[in-house]
């Protein structure tokens, strides 16, 4: 018992210390590639090292691969009617605020935009959310709270060089409370399935920011 309890914390130590790097080195990453690759090619690599590193790497490392299996694809509990109409949400606010005329969409676009959201909308909701309930099942402020604050500081990082159109702490702001949203979800689930699936078409349908980015 005491062998578990101390992997228990070392595993939570390790999901904290691991979510301040993200949100201390990830700034830099940008920068630094950027300045040598350019904006938007900066912008794109930056969340390539993003998701590599952390949205994927790290939970498996921290985790397993059969827990990351089991908070992708199994779900304990449903979400609810309440549940699913909430996170119909975020990617009808993304098709508001990003929809763009047909005319204005190019292939190129298009598939950019579908690979980012796949990608971003699974990595996120893997580190965000699944390694914190994993890791603090029973904890509200580690579990939901102190993660929540924690993606929306992260999402400043990508704003020092493609900056959103709202200015980045609003944006930051915004997506405290997204991730409020997804991580009530995940816990009520105990799952990461069905926030995965409202982050990636929240990501989507927000085709300015790949309209803007392949101009």
């Not at 993660?147 to 997506?175: D, K, M, R, T």
């Amino acid at each position: 018992m005491a062998a578990l309890s101390a992997v228990t914390e070392r595993t939570r130590r390790r999901a904290i210390v691991g979510s301040i790097l993200v949100i201390v080195t990830m700034p830099i990453i940008f920068l630094v590639l950027a300045g040598v690759f350019g904006d938007h090619a900066g912008w794109l690599l930056g969340f390539l090292v993003y998701w590599v590193i952390w949205g994927f790497g790290f939970p498996l490392w921290l985790l397993g691969g059969r827990r990351v299996r089991e908070l992708l694809w199994t779900t304990p509990r449903r979400p609810g009617p309440l549940w699913g109409l909430l996170l119909l949400g975020p990617p009808v606010g993304s098709l508001v605020m990003g929809w763009v005329p047909l005319a204005r969409l190019s292939v190129a676009a298009v598939a950019v935009a579908i690979t980012f959201a796949l990608v971003n909308g699974t990595a996120e909701e893997l580190l965000w959310r699944g390694v914190f309930i994993a890791s603090f099942p029973d904890q509200w402020w580690w579990g939901l709270i102190y993660p929540s604050v924690a993606f929306g500081l992260w999402h400043l990082a990508p704003q020092i060089i493609n900056p959103a159109e709202g200015g980045p702490l609003p944006f930051a702001v915004a997506a405290v409370f997204l991730g409020m949203l997804y991580g009530l979800v995940a816990r009520h689930t105990g799952s990461v399935r069905w926030p995965a699936i409202s982050h990636i078409f929240a990501d989507l349908l927000a085709l300015e920011t790949f309209v803007e980015l392949l101009a």
